[in-house]
């Protein structure tokens, strides 16, 4: 900081370019695209949809929606978008405008100007003071957008058209910066109005008094496609004036379902806190909690216009983690490895989740149970697609039972048997390489729930969290 100008005159000497926003968002863009990084980190699943749209509408200087269902990272891609400016830029010190030194045109960066030339102060502002976010809601107001009279103002002496009276609002404040607007169909009519004048004509009316604002910004905003016609609209003039549409989606891969499970949730797979035990969720149920989503996306009686949110899969993971450690802490157990039983609390947990067809009401948790089995037994399938489970099936014919539930230890669970058949197979089929008690213990739950998906084996519920296998 103390090596950059601090005079619009050294300003100028330095050769600082002049560049609008966008012009600053598209050669950062540009730069990361050079050097084979995506414009927005963290992002999975997009490469190939989301992503190439995304980088055209920015290299293209385009204001731009993102249009898609709840939990489809949208706000994410918003707030990435900080990421895309420069690290710092002048501003006319003491501007409530941020006034570009070579371009000021509000009342005092004007008179600053004009009573002390190249000498006028300038400071620097950090990407995080040129960002807003505003959450649209009908009772948004013209004032909180654009700004209003302020009263105190007036009350010192000045008179209603002077512009110095106005108190700017959020829109004004973040000019040189990004603009974004979550939800905007939510926004009332008259305020998308006044959205018009800030986008295209760069005035406003405040109070019957006309104000040129040549805002330099990046305006961004998210809706949802049923928004349209649902909840509000978007005016055809304001739809106009945005650049691009960037239409996001859920994960078109189970894999990648998987990956975003992985890398939003609060669960450290492998690790824990001083205080919790090491907590694991191995991949073949991180799976199951996958396909269960899949599912539901396509279930006729799930009401589709609301969707399944990727924030579903996520808090069914940690709840899922969570059931493991709540069993290690009552059993005294060093390493928490999460295991079929846990998912009972994980259909617990999401139920509210979900949004139903009317038609459905009643049968919520049987039409959630019904397709996590299935999406238990698809995974199954695929997992142990040439795994030899007969000899287990064997020792249910011979009159073993087994007793387990989310509070059975690995151990006791284990100790029912002498030995597991077919074990090193079926903890290579399900990617299980290090054979603790723990992740033992799941793979025998998981492929006993298979078998009995299969109906080789019998199972009955004893209680909550408590089943046994057996063989009638």
Known sequence: MAARPTTIGALRASGYPDRTVKQEVAANAATRLRQGLPVVDGLIGFDDTVLPALETALLAGHDMILLGERGQAKSRILRSLVGLLDE?????AGSEVCDHPYHPFSAPARRAVADHGDDTP???LPPEQRFAEKLATPDIAVADLIGDVDPIKVAEGRHLGDEDTIHFGLIPRHNRGIVAINELPDLAERIQVALLNVMEERDVQIRGYSL???????????????DYT??????????????????????LRLAEEVAVMRAESHVASGSGAASLPVVVVPAFLAEVLAAFTRL???APEVNQRSGVSVRFSIANYETLAGSAVRRALRTGEERAAARPTDLGHVLGAGIGKVEFETFEEGREAEILQRLLRRALQEVFRRRTAGVDLSGLVRRFDEGLAIETGDLVPAAELLGQLDEVPGLARLLRALDVEEESPALAASALEFALE?????????RDDLGPGVVRFTRG
């Open 230 to 251: 649902n909840r509000g609209r978007i005016i055809t003039p304001l739809k106009d004036r945005f650049g691009a549409e960037v239409r996001t989606h859920y994960p």
């Open 88 to 92: 710092l830029v002048p501003v006319v």
């Open 122 to 124: 300038i400071a620097w």
């Open 450 to 458: 298979g078998l009995h998906l299969q109906r080789k084996i019998d």
């Open 212 to 226: 040129r604002l040549p805002l330099d910004l990046l305006v961004v905003a998210t809706a949802n496609p049923e």
């Open 296 to 298: 539901l996306r396509g």
